[in-house]
């Protein structure tokens, strides 16, 4: 199924409007998103392999992402927009080039590297 962004949202906004939930307060969406985020973590809580199976982890995430778009949409949040320039942010941030090829503790310590840079120069 291949969607666009704007016709999962309408898709989105057309099911809450159907069941007049479309206006729930901006807190409440936000603890909804935490809530389901803890939701898709709890399939992590005991080790490295999920428990339960791929469907029951895509619905938590889908659940995210419901949640994400309505609190987009009620806050007039252009949510491609915020997530194209936060990639941006991100690449001047984590720069390609120290991370390549980097894993385990070399890869920890670009990060913190990284970080430590990016707050000391205010990129």
Request: aromatic share 12%; net charge negative.
């Amino acid at each position: 199924m291949n969607k666009t962004f704007q016709e999962i949202s309408d898709i989105i906004y057309q099911y809450l409007k159907e069941r007049d939930w479309q206006d729930n307060d901006s807190r409440s969406l936000a603890i909804s998103i935490a809530l389901e985020a803890n939701e898709l973590l709890e399939h992590y809580q005991w080790g490295e392999k999920p428990i339960g199976d791929k469907n029951e982890i895509a619905e938590e995430l889908a659940d995210i992402f419901i949640y994400a778009f309505q609190f987009a949409y009620n806050n007039n949040i252009d949510l491609p927009s915020e997530i194209l320039k936060k990639l941006d942010k991100a690449k001047k941030k984590y720069p390609a080039d120290d991370f390549k090829g980097k894993r385990g503790e070399d890869s920890n310590t670009a990060w913190i590297e990284a970080k430590l840079k990016y707050k000391k120069e205010g990129l």
